[in-house]
């Protein structure tokens, strides 16, 4: 059974840094792209960033240069550094793994709180 487990999130000030982490379980994380999501109140959900087994990576214009995601294939998590956060940047951020074209799974979601 695939699990993906977010942790990392949490209330912090405008212009601070948080982590996030993805841990996946069932198998599947080795050949699945792992993404991370998030939705804020009254929007909807809209992709942050990426990553594809080998390490490409893609943005949303709006985190370009300030956040990073990365993955640790040995560890089965995927990461998401979020520097410079903005009040824009409050959302439940929810960690996604899509391991083929048919199929894809999310976390239960973290919630990220950017004060001014």
């Known amino acids: 059974q695939v699990q993906l487990a977010e942790s990392g999130g949490g209330l912090v000030q405008a212009g601070g840094s948080l982590r996030l982490s993805c841990a996946a379980s069932?198998?599947?994380?080795?050949?699945?792209?792992m993404g991370w999501y998030r939705q804020a109140t009254g929007k909807q959900r809209e992709l942050v960033a990426d990553?594809?087994?080998?390490?490409?990576?893609n943005y949303v214009d709006s985190v370009k240069g300030r956040f990073t995601i990365s993955r640790d294939n040995a560890k089965n998590t995927v990461y998401l550094q979020m520097n410079s956060l903005k009040l824009e940047d409050t959302a439940v951020y929810y960690c996604?793994?899509?391991?083929?074209?048919?199929?894809?799974?999310w976390g239960q979601g973290t919630q990220v709180t950017v004060s001014s």
């Open positions: 990553i594809t087994p080998r390490g490409g990576t």
């Open positions: 069932g198998g599947i994380f080795r050949f699945s792209i």
């Open positions: 996604n793994a899509r391991p083929n074209k048919e199929s894809e799974y």
